[in-house]
């Protein structure tokens, strides 16, 4: 009855458009996020929503807010998915985003803004994408410096507020690519810290990567300000040393999770005391029920649905 994560719809899959050059310091989107507009408070969880551009909008996780004070029912919302690939010509990993991730970041004064100007934090996902390249086999410290910089510019350039890693569809080995090493990750999310360090670095916690944070007597644990369960429908602590007000044991995914199992994964993690709550799969129905449901343990209150 659990939906796993292999289940989900994958942007990986669909990587129609060609292959998505930053023209850094001359996009017209180029701004940093502005300064958000102070947020209905509001104690509890810190609340996460992964949105499948290829078939919703950003815009769906600011149309909830609590009947109680008027406070955002998500705090953080995520552009799921960016990707990995692969050049062979030039062995080397880039950045891709396919034509409705691109779509999202061109028009980021009316997808991305309106949701920071509401005090949600927009972050950016990446995926692998089948192609061999992964965060766990760059063969280099530079190479995965490099890699770093094209996401730290990604943020600066589309004024997004962090990034976050999924380590799933690499497919390691594929074009003739490494297998995962041990420096790979841990060299990747140093320079990224270096490079953004008060944005969001996120972890869903799956896949080689996951399991190689330590490497050199570096750990990258503490560099993370979130981790989360990456099974949809369970309830499972992320196996890193973080502390709890930076984990998600619970991951739901709305519309397809019983109402019933978010509520109660809500409670526990209120009750013993984790500080995130992951959800996935917003769309553009009135779900005010299903987020309802989470919201009212987590907050005390009703979801507002305003379209």
């Given at each position: ?14 990587a ?92 980021a ?25 992964g ?30 890693f ?15 090493n ?19 670095i ?59 199992t ?31 449901s ?14």
């Amino acid at each position: 009855m659990f939906t796993l994560v292999l289940s989900r719809v994958r942007t990986a899959t669909l990587a129609l458009s060609a292959v998505a050059a930053l023209a850094f310091g001359t996009s017209a989107t180029a701004s940093a996020a502005p300064d958000a507009a102070p947020a209905a408070s509001k104690q509890g969880p810190t609340s996460v929503a992964y949105v499948e551009v290829n078939n919703n909008s950003m815009l769906n996780v600011g149309k909830y807010t609590l009947a109680n004070g008027g406070g955002n029912a998500f705090d953080v919302a995520v552009i799921f998915a960016a990707n990995i690939n692969y050049d062979t010509g030039s062995k080397a990993a880039y950045l891709y985003f396919n034509e409705n991730v691109q779509r999202v970041l061109d028009n980021a004064a009316t997808q991305i803004r309106p949701l920071q100007q509401k005090g949600i934090k927009v972050v950016l996902s990446v995926l692998g994408n089948h192609q061999g390249a992964g965060f766990a086999n760059f063969p280099s410290q530079q190479a995965a410096s490099a890699f770093a910089k094209q996401l730290s510019d990604t943020v600066a350039t589309y004024g997004l507020d962090g990034i976050d890693f999924d380590d799933e569809y690499a497919e390691y080995g594929n074009n003739g690519t490494g297998q995962p090493n041990d420096s790979s990750f841990v060299n990747l999310v140093t320079a990224l810290r270096t490079n953004m360090p008060d944005k969001i670095i996120s972890l869903y916690n799956i896949g080689p990567a996951a399991s190689r944070l330590s490497y050199g007597g570096v750990d990258v644990t503490s560099k993370f300000d979130y981790a989360w369960n990456p099974y949809y429908g369970t309830w499972q602590v992320p196996g890193m040393a973080l502390p709890k007000s930076k984990l998600s044991p619970a991951a739901v995914e709305i519309g397809r999770t019983s109402q019933s199992t978010v509520a109660d994964f809500a409670r526990r993690t209120v009750s013993e005391g984790y500080g995130v709550y992951l959800t996935y799969n917003l769309d553009g129905s009135d779900r005010s029920a299903d987020v309802s449901s989470f919201t009212r343990e987590l907050y005390g209150s009703d979801a507002v649905y305003t379209p």
